[in-house]
């Protein structure tokens, strides 16, 4: 399959416009956090971190599609020894604009650093918010399944007349209260706690996601051939992996440097890709 990556430098504010409208399928995005990244990105302030987003998040609702998904990496900011209220009121805010907080998942940073304050210790968790235009919105909870663990043997051995009981679930899911449907013979579905390393020391952006980061959500709310945005795409891990993932991908940077960065990662998922697609056809042919 055949798949698109276009890249655009600019303020995402104003290049969001030449992006049709109802045309991505998935958002997934991590913008500067307040007061971060002021020698790139300039730095926004906590207090004024909801204005200057809620322009961009009225674009991004008119980019996805209905059954698309927004996926939000943000984080608190401690100013004076007190957690900021910016990114509660930016849930807020984007509900009136007629954004549905669907989930929340805590990305859990396996290797963050120690720390300790006179108030507080190091986060070691970040917020990944997601975010819907309805209620009905394309998943594929199968692609995301984790292993079961030995746990499960004895557990379902066991299971109580109460764990059996079938209510009718209100969510729509279908299963009710009995645990044997959670599972398969081998996995589950996971929690929305993502324990993920950091990328460290890399060289090509000061707050690069992990690969593994954008290819879980990918998995999650998106097939082939669809069509993945990141309006702050910064050294382009998102647009990389959704390449490698065949998804057309859309990403959109201000910073000139970062911009020729990506343009050069994409020439080589090209050539990686071009080669795989000969190899395939050469086995194919014998």
Not at 1 to 10: D, K, T
Not at 44 to 63: A, C, H, N, T
Request: with cysteine; proline share 4%.
């Amino acid at each position: 399959m055949e798949v698109s990556a276009n890249i655009i430098l600019g303020d995402c504010n104003e290049k969001l416009k030449e992006i049709e409208d109802n045309s991505i399928d998935l958002i997934v995005t991590s913008p500067p956090y307040a007061d971060s990244r002021k020698s790139t990105y300039g730095g926004i302030s906590p207090d004024k971190y909801v204005e200057w987003f809620l322009p961009i998040s009225r674009g991004l609702l008119r980019v996805l599609k209905p059954t698309g998904t927004f996926v939000l990496n943000i984080k608190e900011k401690v100013v004076s020894g007190e957690r900021h209220t910016y990114v509660m009121r930016l849930i807020l805010e984007m509900q009136k604009q007629g954004w549905l907080w669907t989930e929340e998942f805590i990305w859990h940073k396996k290797n963050c650093y120690p720390g300790k304050w006179s108030n507080r210790f190091r986060d070691a968790w970040e917020r990944l918010l997601q975010f819907n235009k309805q209620k009905k919105f394309n998943m594929y909870q199968e692609e995301v399944m984790v292993p079961t663990g030995d746990w499960a043997k004895t557990r379902l051995k066991n299971l109580s007349e109460t764990d059996k009981i079938r209510d009718t679930s209100r969510a729509g899911s279908g299963f009710g209260k009995n645990i044997s449907n959670w599972l398969d013979r081998d996995k589950a579905y996971p929690t929305n706690v993502l324990h993920l390393a950091t990328e460290c020391n890399n060289k090509n952006h000061s707050a690069a996601f992990p690969k593994v980061l954008p290819e879980w959500f990918i998995k999650l709310f998106t097939r082939e051939g669809d069509t993945v945005l990141d309006p702050f795409m910064g050294s382009g891990t998102t647009i990389e992996v959704a390449q490698k993932m065949r998804r057309n991908s859309v990403g959109i940077e201000i910073s000139p440097e970062y911009f020729g960065m990506v343009k050069n990662k994409i020439k080589a998922v090209e050539y990686y890709l071009c080669k795989e697609r000969e190899i395939y056809e050469t086995n194919k042919s014998k």
